[in-house]
Nanobody, 119 residues
Framework: VQLVESGGGLVQAGGSLRLSCQFS????????IGWFRQAPGKEREGVSCLMSSDGSTYYAHSVKGRFTISRDNPKNLAYLQMDGLKPEDTGLYSC?????????????WGLGTQVTVSS
């Protein structure tokens, strides 16, 4: 299983970025996906997730209404559209999934893509 993020960068406050996560090595459409971020000196926090069962989406309160999570199952891609970016959105953004291996669910993470929002 591999997860590879892209799309990060430096953007001014109020701008937009779209992050992508390329998944491989498992049946992508059977599992939920999530985006997390970690700012310098802070713990990693959940940003958004998208369930595989019914397509339900969840957002952290701080990004609700500004970020949109989506997936393209035939392409094994997940996206995080980020609009109205704020300096406090700065951080390393990583995608995540849990994949069943026998009786266990295994966590998989990408290495992350850096997002920096200037004021």
């Amino acid at each position: 299983v591999q997860l590879v993020e892209s799309g990060g960068g430096l953007v001014q406050a109020g701008g937009s970025l779209r992050l992508s996560c390329q998944f491989s090595g498992f049946t992508f459409d059977e599992y939920g996906i999530g985006w997390f971020r970690q700012a310098p000196g802070k713990e990693r926090e959940g940003v958004s997730c998208l369930m595989s069962s019914d397509g339900s989406t969840y957002y952290a309160h701080s990004v609700k209404g500004r970020f949109t999570i989506s997936r393209d199952n035939p392409k094994n891609l997940a996206y995080l559209q980020m609009d109205g970016l704020k300096p406090e959105d700065t951080g390393l953004y990583s995608c995540h999934t849990k994949v069943a291996r026998g009786w266990n669910l295994i966590d998989y993470w990408g290495l992350g893509t850096q997002v920096t929002v200037s004021s």
